[in-house]
C-alpha cells in the first residue's frame, strides 16, 4: 500500500498538466463557437466588436514600436559613445557615496527591488538596479565609496571592488522585445483581417435577393 501511495502522488502533477491544456482547449473551443454564433446571427456586433479591438491594438503595437526602437537607437549611442568630462555623446565615470539603500516591493513583478541614492557631483540620484540580490549580497553600507558611471544624466551602472550592478536604466537591446513586437501586429492584423470579412458578410446580407439575380 505504501507504494501504491507514492505512485498516485507522482501522478497527481501530471493529472494537473493535463487538465490545465483541457482548460485552455476549452477556451479556446469556446470562443471559436461563439465568434461562429456572432456571424451567423449578429454579423453587424460581430463587425464592431472587432473594429473595437483593432482601435484597442493599434495604439498599443505603435507603442511598442516606439519603444523598440527607441531601446535600439539607444543601445547602439551607447555603444558608440566615449568617456569625456560631459556631453551627450560621451559618459562619465564618478566617484560616489552610498546614502542609504531602500528594499521595497516591486508593483510590477509582486517582488522586491533596490533603490540606492547617491550622492555625486553635489546632488542626490535614486537608482534602481536590476540586480536586487547581487546587491544585497555584495553588503554596501551607508557611507561607502562606489564609482558610477553616468550616460546622459542618468546613472546607469554602479561599481564597487571590481562588481558592477547595472540599472534598469542601462541602455541595451532586448531581442525578445521585437517578437513581442511583430505578435502585436500580427494580433491587429488578425483583427482587420476579420473585421474586414465581417463587413463583407453584412453587405452580403443586406443586399436584396433581386440584385443578386440580377447580377448574375
Not at 50 to 55: K, T
Not at 171 to 184: G, I, Q
Request: aromatic share 10%.
Amino acid at each position: 500500500m505504501p507504494t501504491v501511495t507514492r505512485c498516485l502522488r507522482r501522478r497527481e502533477p501530471l493529472l494537473d498538466h493535463g487538465a490545465f491544456h483541457m482548460q485552455n482547449m476549452s477556451a479556446g473551443v469556446g470562443v471559436s463557437i461563439g465568434v461562429s454564433v456572432l456571424s451567423r446571427r449578429h454579423p453587424r456586433l460581430l463587425f464592431w466588436i472587432l473594429i473595437g479591438s483593432v482601435a484597442a491594438f493599434v495604439p498599443l503595437a505603435i507603442w511598442v514600436t516606439a519603444g523598440t526602437i527607441q531601446q535600439f537607437e539607444d543601445s547602439r549611442s551607447y555603444a558608440a559613445s566615449r568617456e569625456c568630462a560631459s556631453g551627450e555623446a560621451c559618459y562619465q565615470n564618478q566617484t560616489a557615496t552610498v546614502v542609504r539603500t531602500t528594499i521595497r516591493p516591486d508593483g510590477y513583478t509582486s517582488s522586491r527591488e533596490a533603490i540606492v541614492t547617491l550622492q555625486l557631483a553635489g546632488t542626490q540620484a535614486d537608482v534602481r538596479l536590476d540586480d536586487k540580490n547581487a546587491w544585497s549580497n555584495a553588503h554596501v553600507n551607508a557611507g561607502e565609496t562606489v564609482q558610477a558611471l553616468v550616460w546622459r544624466g542618468r546613472v546607469i551602472q554602479v561599481a564597487r571592488g571590481g562588481a558592477t550592478f547595472r540599472s534598469v536604466d542601462f541602455p541595451s537591446f532586448d531581442w525578445s522585445n521585437v517578437l513581442v513586437l511583430v505578435l502585436a501586429w500580427t494580433v491587429t492584423a488578425i483583427f482587420a483581417y476579420m473585421a474586414f470579412q465581417t463587413r463583407r458578410l453584412v453587405k452580403q446580407r443586406e443586399t436584396p435577393m433581386s440584385q443578386w439575380s440580377a447580377a448574375g
